[in-house]
């Protein structure tokens, strides 16, 4: 049974039966809710995770009030519900719904995703089956939604290329605005939904998969990507941001009604990274470095904080300790609010540019903990993945900040990496150990009382557009080995050991690397009952393997192969400005333990100055 009023069963039936009903609430404070008439093009923003992830996207918050500031157009949100729900939504017969609106979202001109994990791709399967939907993109009729996605995932959209009508690759303040603009254009002339099609894909960074055909070898392998038409670029370059100075950032932001997991404001503060760790795709796929002012930065932080009453500002970036004027802009922020008792945290910090000297700064509010990612337990390791910081570093910032009372400290560690060795994963224990040492070597009227060193430990996972993107994963077997031999090796009071599980991250690293055949995969699994793969209680591994016996497909060949350097990779035909030449000799260097030089100090030739005419590096 369908109701006719969907907003009050909502309110009256269904959200006095489900956990935390402020998720679905949608009048929170700065939400945004507009009187509809027939010129709005209706756009869901859809994150395929939680309400309490999907609200701490920046992103999100940016592309939001961004899109609402256009007058014709209205954004709303919407989230995967969970799975209480879900089960009512079902139940009654409802569709999923906008969080501003509670309208049902297939009567939406666009269900946009963002793709910010490989794991959540069952989520957006499942999303669009509670809205009524069409799964295959060839299925879908004139006056259905376009489903569009973009984020750091649809750099190798391969996977979801069945199910996606096109997606935006890069930056997407731009991008985005220019495929509403051939919207109003395409409506004007009443054209079916390729003439639409044909339109964005004339749009730089706009990926239309439909109009490329995937050619395979013998042997499994890519043999070529290439567009059906003469018309159809056979490269599509990601767009970026030239410029950060006067860049959009919204004044306001939404202020939850329930906790989440950033539950701050988040103060972008650049973008890129000048680092080139062999490992992170981030680092790859974000340059160049493109900083904001400290002026407008603050002016930026006035105006958010007077509008959400948040009492905590976040620094935003891949690397906050590198952000040129960084200690400038800490005195300004904490002179400003410290009476006001408005505190600054500071995440993403580097462990050889840690400043004591800034820790006291932003510890005149409140504390926050501290987190350093050597990544690797020896220097040997270190330099395969070019991290640029040795042992010395760590000790010397985790004694500075014992020094000045602290007693939690958070240190992020990979195995399975290339090359690496069982010494080299006893060298995540040692490590430890060192800082634990360090903290007793502080006065102890100096310290802080109850240490507590919190190792956390991740697999590694090969990525597109990264030097690694052709080594071959460990096993689960290698990875979970690994895992066991530091639960041993770490048994000491001072240090707490999590870790991840390694059949998620084998899974992520099929779905990284796949090409167009995992769509199958992929609808088999969401058919068998997958979804929220990211979170412990619902992952099945189980019904995964049983959905690529179920299509025919190995997926060692994605996680465990490794990839042969001449060898076409499904995302070949995508460019984000770092060449294949500069990757190939990245990896060569990882081999030999060669490190190369942060790009601030001198241009390492990735290629990125590349990707604009006149170039884009500073």
């Known amino acids: 049974m369908i109701h006719n009023d969907t907003k009050d069963y909502l309110y009256d039936e269904i959200l006095p039966r489900v956990e935390k009903p402020g998720r679905y609430i949608g009048t929170e404070w700065n939400s945004i809710h507009k009187d509809l008439d027939d010129s709005h093009i209706r756009f869901a923003f859809c994150f395929p995770d939680v309400y309490e992830v999907g609200m701490s996207h920046l992103g999100m918050k940016i592309l939001y009030h961004l899109l609402n500031d256009q007058e014709d157009i209205y954004c709303e949100r919407v989230f995967a519900p969970w799975t209480d729900m879900e089960a009512e939504l079902r139940k009654s017969g409802n569709k ?14 666009f269900v946009g995703f963002t793709l910010q994990y490989e794991m959540s791709y069952t989520n957006i399967l499942n999303m669009l089956d509670l809205a009524g939907i069409p799964l295959q993109a060839t299925d879908r009729k004139k006056g259905q939604p376009f489903v569009v996605a973009g984020g750091p995932c649809a750099y190798n959209a391969e996977p979801l290329c069945d199910f996606v009508d096109f997606f935006m690759l890069g930056e997407g303040e731009e991008i985005i605005l220019e495929v509403m603009e051939a919207y109003r254009q395409w409506k004007r002339t009443d054209g079916d939904r390729e003439d639409y099609l044909r339109l964005v894909a004339k749009i730089k960074g706009v990926y239309v998969p439909a109009f490329y055909d995937v050619a395979y070898n013998e042997d499994g392998t890519v043999r070529q990507v290439a567009p059906k ?10 767009r970026v941001i030239k410029n950060l100075k006067g860049a959009y950032f919204p004044d306001k932001i939404i202020v939850p009604f329930i906790d989440i997991v950033h539950d701050r404001i988040m103060l972008e503060i650049f973008r890129g990274c000048t680092r080139g760790c062999r490992f992170c795709q981030a680092g790859m796929i974000y340059r160049p470095v493109r900083e904001r002012e400290v002026d407008e930065l603050v002016e930026i932080a006035d105006r958010l904080i007077e509008s959400s009453g ?5 620094l935003s970036s891949l690397s906050t300790s590198d952000f040129s004027k960084l200690n400038e802009l800490v005195e300004k922020l904490m002179s400003k609010y410290e009476s006001k008792k408005v505190s600054l945290s500071l995440p993403s910090l580097r462990i050889d540019s840690f400043s004591l000297k800034l820790v006291r700064e932003v510890q005149k509010v409140r504390k926050s903990g501290l987190t350093f990612a050597p990544e690797a337990g020896t220097q040997r390791m270190r330099d395969v993945i070019n991290k640029g910081v040795d042992e010395e570093d760590l000790i010397q910032s985790a004694g500075a900040a014992f020094e000045t009372g602290y007693n939690s400290l958070k240190l992020y560690f990979m195995i399975g990496l290339p090359t690496e060795t069982m010494e080299d994963v006893q060298g995540i224990a040692d ?28 697999s590694f996972v090969p990525k597109p557009f990264t030097p690694f993107q052709w080594e071959p994963q ?9 895992q066991r031999y530091l639960q041993k090796a770490i048994k000491k009071k001072q240090v707490t050991y999590n870790w991840h599980e390694p059949d998620v991250s084998y899974l992520e690293a099929v779905f990284a690397r796949g090409d167009r055949r995992l769509g199958k995969v992929l609808n088999r699994a969401w058919e068998l009952g997958c979804k929220f793969d990211g979170w412990d209680q619902y992952f099945k591994m189980d019904l995964w393997m049983q959905a690529f016996r179920d299509c ?3 997926p060692s060949f994605y996680a465990n192969r490794r990839r042969e350097i001449e060898e076409v990779l499904p995302w070949d035909h995508i460019d984000v400005g770092i060449t294949k030449k500069y990757l190939r000799s990245e990896m060569k260097k990882a081999q030999k333990g060669e490190l190369t030089r942060d790009c601030r100090v001198v241009c390492t030739g990735c290629g990125i100055n590349l990707l604009e005419e006149g170039g884009v590096c500073k």
Not at 310 to 314: A, K, M, N
Not at 433 to 452: A, C, S, T
């Open 474 to 482: 460990d096993t689960v077997e290698q990875l979970a080995q690994k």
């Open 229 to 238: 038409r003469a018309d159809i670029p056979p490269k599509i370059r990601k």
């Open 310 to 314: 948040y009492e905590e500002v976040s």
């Open 431 to 458: 490590l430890a150990f060192k800082v634990v040492d360090r903290y007793y070597e502080v006065p102890k009227q100096q310290r802080g009382k109850g240490l507590n060193v919190t190792v956390s430990v991740s």
């Open 552 to 554: 025919g497909i190995d």
């Open 96 to 109: 999923l719904f906008a969080l501003e609106s509670r309208d049902a979202i297939d009567a939406f001109d």
